[in-house]
């Protein structure tokens, strides 16, 4: 079982619709990363959320912490094709731990 | 900078033979990480150093896989002898700050036949 829950694992839907996605977890992190990977390449970090209840926004992508950090979510407002790609999260523990990630395809 | 630099980008081999993948870390990074990532199992990390010196391997699969940082410049991920089930694709990362913050590479994509 993967220490990290993402959710959904596959979404696609129609450029200029809003999508959220999760990231839920038993455990608490001292800190939990966001990254986005493209076909054939490594992941990239998005953002970093440290504080129970932060928000952080970047561009058209607002992440969220949970209170209890515990979990996290990843809001993208009026979806692009070049949104298109693998979110992952990561949760540092005695090292990053990875979910499995959500692969989210959007269509022009 | 030219990032976390890995070679090769793809191997294809037979089972049996020994793989060897390279990776050569950000200039100053004093953290370096190994990632195997399949589908089923989605980013799994496998190893990583601190100053070069192996801090957990606890994810290293079994007994054939070893990985070695002779250098801040340069570390590798051997498999001997490889087996199907390794095919994956495996990312090295670096870091400057422990865990925090971690640069990928491009992978190498590991197929054995």
């Known amino acids: 079982t993967q220490l990290l829950e993402q959710s959904p694992q596959f979404l696609s839907i129609q450029e200029g619709e809003n999508l959220t996605v999760y990231c839920n977890s038993s455990?608490?992190?001292?800190?939990l990363q966001w990254y986005r990977q493209e076909p054939g390449e490594g992941p990239v970090l998005l953002v970093t959320?440290?504080?129970?209840?932060e928000v952080k926004k970047l561009k058209r992508l607002t992440f969220q912490f949970g209170d209890a950090r515990k979990d996290s979510s990843l809001h993208i407002t009026a979806a692009q094709p070049g949104d298109t790609g693998l979110y992952l999260c990561?949760?540092?523990?005695?090292?990053?731990?990875f979910g499995a990630g959500t692969r989210l395809t959007v269509k022009p | 900078d030219a990032g976390v630099i890995q070679s090769p980008r793809h191997e294809v081999t037979e089972m049996g033979q020994e793989v060897t993948l390279r990776c050569k870390p950000i200039?100053?990074?004093?953290?370096l990480f190994w990632y195997r990532q399949t589908m089923m199992r989605g980013l799994e990390l496998l190893i990583y150093?601190?100053?070069?010196?192996?801090?957990?391997d606890s994810g290293m699969p079994e007994d054939r896989f070893s990985a070695k940082m002779p250098n801040a410049s340069f570390s590798t991920l051997k498999i001997q002898p490889s087996e199907p089930r390794d095919s994956a694709v495996y990312f090295c990362?670096?870091?400057?700050?422990?865990?925090?913050?971690?640069?990928f590479g491009a992978g190498t994509r590991l197929s054995v036949l």
């Open positions: 150093f601190n100053n070069n010196v192996p801090i957990d």
């Open positions: 455990s608490v992190f001292s800190s």
């Open positions: 990561a949760g540092e523990f005695n090292d990053m731990r």
């Open positions: 990362a670096s870091s400057s700050r422990g865990a925090d913050i971690q640069y």
């Open positions: 200039s100053g990074h004093n953290s």
């Open positions: 959320v440290v504080t129970g209840g």
